[in-house]
């Protein structure tokens, strides 16, 4: 074999060895899964992902469950990647929760991400109460999502059944462009860092909704609601804020789960043990979480 032969042997070689111990080595953390199946050959990857089939939950997909008021109307719907609890008698979510990680993360921000400019606002004809992409118009509200498009963009499902109108509720554009952004632009950034987040979204209702649509029908919330965790290094964080132009940063409006739950009357991470769930639901410091700082 000549010199130069054997040198591009050695090197497949190494390359092959340092895959192979990478690959024990994060199999054993046991942490982080890539959200695809790396050991199927390219070409089945390539055509699951056009089927739909490559998603994999990356860790314990009980996170996502909440556990609702009995009282409360709610039906719970499993997209492909986020899971809606939606309330027929408000004719919006409850609330919708969704996991994301780094490998999504940077599928999303990728050169060949879904564009959402191709994407419309549809309703899901097989959930009871879910109003008409139109029912929206000349209301003064936008079509605010839950779970936000800019998370979703690794996958053309994903996308869709992100603009169903049950990931949907009414929202100022003063919010929803505003302060509010800037929370999910944080969240997708720490993504990066934090690998795998469980985030909660939804919003506060109240006896004195304003009312919209053409029937009258879906419930204008005065608040909404984030929740953010992050199970390594096992550290949550949520917000609220108002149905409105926010005056400060959106800094000033993180606080703790355990006010959400509150105000709520919703149970969030209760798969997790008790004493974990009680700490980290007691906390908010916004200092631990890597710095964030939007343009303006």
Not at 8 to 13: A, K, W
Not at 40 to 64: A, F, H, I, V
Not at 260 to 284: M, P
């Amino acid at each position: 074999m000549k010199k130069k032969q054997k040198r591009n042997l050695y090197y497949v070689l190494l390359a092959i060895a340092l895959a192979v111990g990478g690959y024990q080595t994060y199999q054993k953390n046991g942490f982080y899964k890539s959200a695809y199946n790396e050991e199927l050959p390219t070409e089945q990857r390539e055509q699951d992902k056009q089927e739909g089939k490559e998603y994999q939950s990356t860790g314990d997909p009980s996170l996502l469950d909440v556990k609702l008021p009995e009282k409360l109307d709610n039906q719970t719907v499993h997209y492909k990647s986020i899971v809606v609890y939606f309330n027929k008698h408000y004719r919006v979510p409850n609330c919708v929760a969704y996991e994301l990680t780094n490998t999504m993360t940077a599928m999303a921000d990728s050169r060949d991400a879904e564009n959402r400019a191709n994407y419309q606002f549809e309703r899901d004809h097989n959930v009871k109460g879910c109003p008409d992409w139109w029912e929206y118009k000349e209301s003064g509200y936008t079509r605010g999502h839950m779970a936000p498009a800019m998370d979703m963009r690794w996958d053309k499902k994903a996308m869709e059944q992100c603009f169903l109108m049950t990931n949907i509720c009414p929202q100022l554009d003063e919010m929803n462009d505003g302060e509010w952004r800037h929370v999910e632009e944080a969240v997708h950034r720490w993504s990066k860092s934090a690998k795998r987040l469980v985030v909660i979204t939804g919003p506060i209702f109240s006896d004195d909704m304003e009312r919209i649509g053409k029937y009258g029908d879906i419930a204008v919330p005065k608040s909404f609601f984030k929740v953010v965790y992050a199970p390594e290094p096992n550290r949550a964080i949520a917000f609220v804020m108002e149905n409105k132009r926010m005056p400060n940063s959106w800094t000033n409006y993180a606080t703790t789960i355990d006010k959400v739950e509150a105000l709520t009357g919703y149970d969030f991470l209760a798969q997790l043990e008790d004493k974990v769930e009680d700490v980290i639901e007691s906390k908010e410091n916004i200092k631990d979480w890597p710095a964030y700082y939007p343009r303006r």
